[in-house]
């Protein structure tokens, strides 16, 4: 069972086409349109998870102001400019994806933030910081950013977003601090990242393919008869992260020493991906939420690719010298 439960998390360049094509197939051959409601639910656990043990107290420290300034001037500013762009010039025949690239466009930082900077042997402190601020600032920028990002092609609900914002980030913030503090008069600190913590990511990464499952199944017909959506997702999805990653690795090499940047890149050409599909979802329906669920593929392969490249070219290790 534990291989079972873990399988996704190991394997998610795997899992997430799975899930896709699954989707795919049940929604053409069953009605699953009773499960749309449920996704609002998968997407608080799968936010939740990702919670316990937030370390908010890395807000107070003002080591690495300058990489925060700089990932907010990319999150806020430079990057949601690149998807107005793409957007305008790609999506305007298709404005519900465009809300789907908004979305990704406007949330920034993962989990695999602090992941990614940890195996790049970046500042990890810093990746946290970006994380947290990312997080809680593009939850509450979102609703007006997309009004003016989309607005004049797709319906906006202020309200509705800010509702939902509300109930997929701080409602599991808060469930996860109380879990961590009620998990910590059991356990050290130690035990809990070696042994606690770990077990919070698979079940994030299952609720999060439940909402790809369910949001691609529920309008498969629709999707399967258009087949130009996904080609069309594809094309602006590879573009924005490829300017993306340009944008941020100048940035990097030309205002941050080399762990510091790695923790930039990271926290800003790396998007939450698992609450813009939530919202998505629950906002705008299936064309929005398939091009956040094709996103993840695209990101999850291109930082890969990127890693292996940043470490052999722009971000170096440091060797002593042995002359």
């Known amino acids: 069972m534990k291989k079972l439960y873990v399988f996704p998390q190991k394997h998610l360049l795997i899992s997430v086409p799975l899930t896709l094509i699954l989707g795919f197939i049940v929604g053409s051959l069953v009605d699953t349109s009773v499960l749309?409601?449920?996704?609002?639910?998968?997407?608080?656990?799968?936010?939740?998870a990702t919670m316990v043990g937030f370390k908010f107290k890395e807000l107070t420290s003002f080591q690495g102001?300058?990489?925060?300034?700089?990932?907010?001037?990319l999150n806020f500013i430079v990057i949601p400019l690149v998807a107005y762009g793409i957007g305008v010039l790609f999506l305007r025949d298709y404005p519900l994806m465009f809300a789907g690239l908004a979305l990704s466009a406007l949330l920034p930082t993962s989990g695999m933030t602090i992941s990614w900077t940890a195996i790049q042997k970046g500042n990890v402190a810093l990746a946290v910081k970006l994380t947290v601020f990312g997080l809680i600032i593009g939850s509450l920028l979102t609703p007006w950013y997309l009004l003016l990002m989309v607005g004049e092609y797709v319906e906006?609900?202020?309200?509705?977003?800010?509702?939902?914002?509300?109930?997929?980030?701080?409602?599991?913030?808060?469930?996860g601090h109380i879990t961590f503090k009620i998990l910590m008069k059991k356990?050290?600190?130690?035990?809990?990242?070696?042994?606690?913590?770990?077990?919070?990511?698979?079940?994030?990464?299952?609720a999060m393919l439940y909402v790809?499952?369910?949001?691609?199944?529920?309008?498969?017909?629709?999707?399967?008869?258009?087949?130009?959506?996904?080609?069309?997702a594809l094309i602006v999805l590879i573009l924005f992260y490829l300017l993306n990653f340009v944008i941020s690795t100048m940035t990097a090499?030309?205002?941050?020493p080399r762990k510091d940047g790695i923790a930039l890149v990271n926290g800003t050409v790396l998007r939450?991906?698992?609450?813009a599909?939530?919202?998505?979802?629950?906002?705008?329906?299936?064309?929005?939420?398939?091009?956040?669920?094709?996103?993840?593929?695209?990101?999850?392969?291109?930082?890969?690719?990127?890693?292996?490249?940043s470490l052999k070219y722009w971000f170096k290790p440091k060797t002593a010298n042995l002359t």
């Open 272 to 275: 939450n991906l698992s609450i």
């Open 36 to 48: 749309r409601p449920t996704i609002l639910f998968a997407t608080i656990i799968m936010i939740y």
């Open 187 to 206: 356990y050290s600190q130690e035990q809990f990242q070696k042994k606690i913590k770990p077990s919070f990511g698979p079940l994030s990464i299952w």
């Open 253 to 256: 090499k030309a205002f941050l």
């Open 212 to 232: 790809v499952f369910v949001s691609v199944s529920t309008q498969a017909s629709t999707i399967l008869a258009n087949v130009q959506f996904i080609i069309v």
């Open 65 to 73: 102001s300058k990489g925060l300034g700089l990932s907010l001037l």
């Open 156 to 175: 906006v609900n202020i309200l509705r977003t800010f509702q939902t914002i509300l109930m997929v980030v701080f409602v599991p913030m808060i469930l």
């Open 277 to 309: 599909i939530g919202i998505a979802a629950t906002s705008f329906g299936a064309e929005a939420a398939l091009l956040v669920t094709i996103a993840f593929i695209v990101q999850q392969q291109s930082i890969a690719y990127y890693s292996k490249l």
